[in-house]
């Protein structure tokens, strides 16, 4: 195990713990820069997916992961986001500004929508979400002038800075920006989590009471915690949309919302690195699965006829082992394991162990 | 005599809302757990009955078909928490959901590889006959819909209100802690709980497939149920009853009345009107955490 | 001089009244203490302090400000920290992370530049974390710095509330119920505690205890509470050897 000695307080605010860890990540995003010349259009297609998701778990991961509000309702700001890109972009405001501009719009909205969600506690503000997300479809359909309604939108090719950027015709600029886009907003999330307010954030989803003797508000935290994870997803969803090139009301359905969820919960709650993780998983498991298909076909002869439902069958599963078993996701697996490795051969069963707790009633009666 | 028409076939479906929206509110009046895959197991146990009836299945009579799938759906219930949902006994509220969600997808997963995914219907004696009141004509299992779903309510109501079984359920939701001081086997009520939760999504399954038609995204239904028991109040029987009968009456007026696309609106505006102005809906009975 | 005051205090809840017409001042640089039995309303003063509740009646007045007209969250800026009574501390998060928490009150950095983390919210940061370690250091709390909470032992958690609450930096520092589920032992070091926050820090401590022996041996007044209402006011040997103290705890028979 590699133990730091800490001479300065600035070892503990830098985000990285040492050198090597620095060169880890930095390597890391070296890797990622090159991939297009690394893998081809195909996976990076796909990469660039997983990346676009791992933005919209970064968003919903403020909310849930760091401040304990679960939203079942995600997907309602993705389509947001996406659409308020393409109607500034189609009433020509140059890319470089509308889709900060559809963020920052999102995010606005989530606030102003957080206003009375705040004040409903978990299952509550889990219905409330949901019920936005269903709402979005019937929305696009009803404001069809602005949105196509069901015959959808198509996303035009973008401009930057006159560099023609499209998703299918120029991959890799496409990539590049959306990779642009997870960079800075990671930092600025890793920013976020080192100062008082990503703190009161923390403090806002362990105990709330306490967060509130400590001079937290706790319903501005929260509003500004939804409003920041609204901006992030919107950018997801924008990203989306040029992405998918063509979206109507039913892209953005409810299931994505629940996806999200889901993802971030696989990935890790409370972890940066949950929400990349989750991604992976949520980008590669179809991929996986027809593999994983035609192997079994080839081993047992039998046919390789799609099975309806499959997919999230499978992803239901795997959530279900996850919630059961390993709580923290696959961060919290990943810090074992390299516990284990560091501590080789003193590693103890209980070092993570959950402590037992019981359920107290929050309704008095 | 439209209006009443429309009010009655409303209520009808109201009451199968009201029955999925039951089984949420038993499991949470007893255990605090939120369980979204409610309205799966109520497809689940329409597809177990119609997998018995039906004569391209078993071809058993209804009669005999009814005692056991709701007989199965409640092992399945027991099953659930035996072997899932007690492992997170004391975890959060919110992982729980998000367990039960997927726990949805996965019983749609299975549903769809046993019996398909195309729509089916139920055989059953009801189909097609119809009750006269006056000029009123009502379909036999709207009739029976209804009756079912006031009979199960009621009885539910009175076994939590005077049974010491149902209190002692109530109890151990309460504060699972000092339950155990008392005396009352936590673990082994939440298991009848669900035991209870199952059979009760199999009669709503069964009502439901009678009149209608189901495929494995039928439970998806749920969501509008979740949105009923919200309505009526979560925590409360005869709230989520009233709740899914509020929702249930609303969809067919909402259509007739209202501009299409705005219609279907409805239910989830009314939703979002509760939450926001009377959060603890229509029978309150959630305040402050304690310090 | 007195710092703060409750005059003519009442809060019923539903047909109970937990808090009945109290009235008492504490004294800035003082340790006041207040007893009594269970349910006699000291952790719902504590919540009224903290404006967690509502008085029906009266006023609540802290250096020369009426409490009363503060947010519950805007408490803490005017100088009143505390503990709570069953441990509410962030689980999930480390012993610093927690303590750092408690700087809350002196966050002059706005959103956006905390996003950036630019140079003045590096220098707020240094500046807060110089605070934290001196209580670390104070409170001896070296060899948790990093841990998370969730895996602590109760008695340390007791002590890292304490030490959130201090790193407020508060002119009064409520403990409800600071002794209570700790070791003979530990006791000993929070009386010590205690008494350093006084002398050492300046900080005036108000707290609800059981341990008779704590609280004698700290405080310098004590009121005694009974049904919400003041049985007795005075030195620790005075309280205890008050009738009306005895009777609420041990009987009319004794």
Redesign the interface.
Known sequence: MRIVFKTDYMQDIRPWKDGYQLGLYLLLLGLAVAAPWLIDTFYLGELTNVLIWALAGLGLMVLTGHTGQASLGHAAFLALGCYANIILIEAGVPFLAAFPLAGLITGVIGALIAVPALRLHGIYLAIFTLALSILVDDIIVLTEPWSGGVSGKFAPPINLLGLEIDRWGTPDAFYWLVLGVVVIVTLGYINLLRAPMGRSFIAVRDSEVSAQAMGVDVARTKTISFGLSCMVTGWAGALMGLYAGAFNNETFSVVISIELLMMIVIGGLGSIHGAFLGAIVIGFLPQFLSIAKEYAGALFGGSTVAIPGLEFGVFGMILIVFILFEPMGLYGRWLKIRTWFELFPFYRKDMFKRQKSYLKTERLR | MDILQLFVSGLANGCVYGLIALGFVLIYKAT?A?NFAQGDMMMLGAFVTIGLTNAQYMGLPFWVAVPISIAIMAVLGYLLDRF?IR?????????V???T??????L???A??IWG?DPQTLSNPMAGREVRLGELVLGMEDVAVIVVTLLLTFGLYAFFGRTRLGLAMQGA?????AA?YMGIPVKRIQGLIWALAGAVAAVAGILFAAKGSVD?STGLLG?KA??AA?IGG??SLPGALLGGLIVGVMEPFAARYIAA??S??AP??L??AV??FR?SGIFS??????? | MSLLELDNVTIRFGGLTAVDGLSFSVDEGEVFAIVGPNGAGKSTVFNLISRFYDPDEGTIRFDGHDLLKVRPAGVAAYGVARTFQNIELFDHATVLQNLLVGRHRHRRTSLLSEILFTPSVRRQELESREKVEEIIDFLDLQPYREKMIAGLPYGVRKVVEVARALATEPKLLLLDEPASGLSVEETTDMRWWIDDIRRQMGITVLMVEHDMGLVSSVSDRVLAMADGARLALGTPEEVQSDPAVIEAYLGKAA
């Open positions: 605090e939120v899932v492992l997170m006994f004391g975890q959060s509220q919110t992982a959901v998000i367990l969600i997927a726990l949805g997808f996965v749609r997963f299975v769809g590889l995914h939701s309460q504060n699972q802690l155990y494995p969501i979740f949105a919200v979560f925590g696309g705005y279907q609106i989830y505006a939703l979002l939450l926001i959060p009975q959630v305040r402050a955490k304690k310090v």
